[in-house]
């Protein structure tokens, strides 16, 4: 199982756009790169999954990189709500099994 | 649609006591989970079933167990409540594919004195 590294915390302002970053060094073939979302008190929410290249959605996009052993996820505008935990998980193909690390804590401020 | 529905919200059991955490999903999901948090910490996979029927060991297993009753439900035993297990449960299901989300409930915030 693939384990992921990211910041411990982040900070940025309202109207920004904020690139958070995630090593997996060891990911195999056939795994894909998922962020998650969680607010205080909630269950974390899928955000956005991707194998290679760029996947963008309403929410976010994910750049990945032609070697795979990092990914970013880039939240555009962001705004005061989008202050949460981020985690960055590597799911794979053969074992669904999720290791989740203790995320990225991201703070907007006006 | 109410997704993944986890009950109770909240709990305080004394040490050794026993209770059942419930878990029900209407997306007719095949996999089911049972996850802890603890405080400034990500998840930890108690137990799974990857399909009606079959039930496996996640990385901390030891003082619970589970019951897939059927596709719809979940449940999470403590039979003998310890401190350790003071933690926010979450109950999660996805269609069972890598490349399909996990949709989670909202969790059961467990204390233990």
């Known amino acids: 199982l693939a384990k992921t590294t990211q910041p411990i915390s982040m900070d940025s302002y309202e109207g920004q756009e904020v690139n958070i970053t995630c090593s997996h060094n060891n990911i195999a073939t056939n795994d894909y790169i998922t962020w998650y979302q969680q607010f205080p008190s909630q269950g974390p929410r899928f955000i956005i999954q991707g194998y290679k290249t760029k996947v963008t959605n309403e929410v976010a996009s994910l750049f990945i990189p032609a070697d795979r052993k990092s990914s970013t996820l880039s939240l555009p505008r962001v705004s005061l709500s989008d202050t949460a935990v981020y985690y960055c998980?590597?799911?794979?193909?053969?074992?669904?099994?999720?290791?989740w690390g203790a995320g990225t804590k991201l703070i907007i401020k006006p | 649609n109410a997704g993944v529905t986890q009950t109770p919200k909240f709990q305080v059991l004394k040490t050794g006591q026993s209770m059942t955490l419930q878990c029900a999903q209407d997306?007719?999901?095949?996999?089911m989970y049972w996850y802890r948090q603890d405080p400034g910490m990500g998840l930890r996979l108690i137990y799974y079933?990857?399909?009606?029927?079959?039930?496996d060991k996640g990385e901390v297993p030891n003082g619970y167990n589970v019951s897939r009753l059927n596709k719809r439900e979940f449940s999470l035993r403590l039979e003998s409540a310890a401190p350790s297990q003071t933690s926010v449960y979450f109950c999660?299901?996805?269609?069972?594919?890598?490349?399909?989300?996990?949709?989670f409930g909202n969790g059961t915030r467990l204390t233990v004195t």
């Open positions: 999660a299901s996805s269609d069972g594919t890598a490349n399909s989300p996990l949709h």
């Open positions: 998980l590597v799911v794979s193909d053969s074992n669904y099994q999720l290791i």
């Open positions: 079933s990857a399909s009606e029927g079959t039930t």
């Open positions: 997306m007719n999901h095949n996999s």
